[in-house]
């Protein structure tokens, strides 16, 4: 072989390895610019497809109300109805808040509402009113314990005071395995679980779990 033959070679071997560590470099930077991206994205996602917090104004308003956590009312009204204001469950439940309406009709005459019907109860901000309420009223009677208030939110007052009652469970019960029916085990998690990552996502300024703010 030719002395300029296998310079050439060289050269040109010198040439590839070099762009391939350039594309290495590249490809690098490209993946690493991606990650962080969807590092800092990924928030902003969460909140608009994951986790969106509409009819704040009503949430916050009424949940500071009636001093319930305004995290643990968007929570609920995410595992209930996932903001669809029309939807009926196949017990008769109503719309955001999944109201039964003999619990709306007793809820109303309790907020001395003169509008209330069954109509009405359709209405996100009534909806949203009264089922805010009701969770705080069952955190009253509850303790404050928002395990058993969940609990009777979702399987009635009257079962979880049943299970208090046969099982002895204390005041500061948080046991979820140890509720008897599924669903509802289920359902407190859930509901929990949103709490936390609305907590996450929509900070409050003042630490108190109000003004929240994008």
Excluded at 14 to 26: D, T
Excluded at 127 to 147: A, H, P
């Amino acid at each position: 072989m030719k002395r300029s033959d296998f310079l050439e070679r060289v050269e040109a071997a010198r040439r590839s390895l070099h762009h391939k560590y350039l594309c290495a470099i590249v490809s690098t930077a490209v993946f690493l610019a991606f990650a962080i991206y969807l590092t800092f994205a990924s928030e902003s996602f969460q909140r608009h497809y994951l986790y969106p917090f509409p009819y704040r104004d009503a949430v916050e308003t009424y949940a500071d109300r009636y001093r319930v956590d305004p995290y643990l009312a968007i929570a609920v009204i995410k595992t209930e109805s996932k903001f669809q204001d029309d939807v009926h469950s196949h017990r008769g439940a109503i719309g955001l808040m999944q109201l039964m309406p003999d619990t709306a009709e007793w809820i109303a005459g309790q907020l001395e509402d003169p509008a209330y019907s069954v109509e009405a109860i359709h209405e996100p901000e009534r909806n949203i009113r009264y089922g805010i309420w009701y969770l705080s009223s069952l955190q009253r009677e509850f303790g404050g314990n928002d395990v058993l208030a969940l609990a009777a939110y979702n399987a009635g007052r009257g079962n979880v005071q049943s299970w208090i009652r046969d099982n002895g469970w204390p005041p500061d019960f948080h046991n979820i395995d140890a509720i008897p029916y599924q669903e509802t085990r289920e359902y407190v998690r859930k509901v929990l679980l949103t709490e936390r990552k609305y907590r996450s996502l929509y900070p409050a300024a003042d630490g108190t779990g109000s003004g929240m703010k994008d």
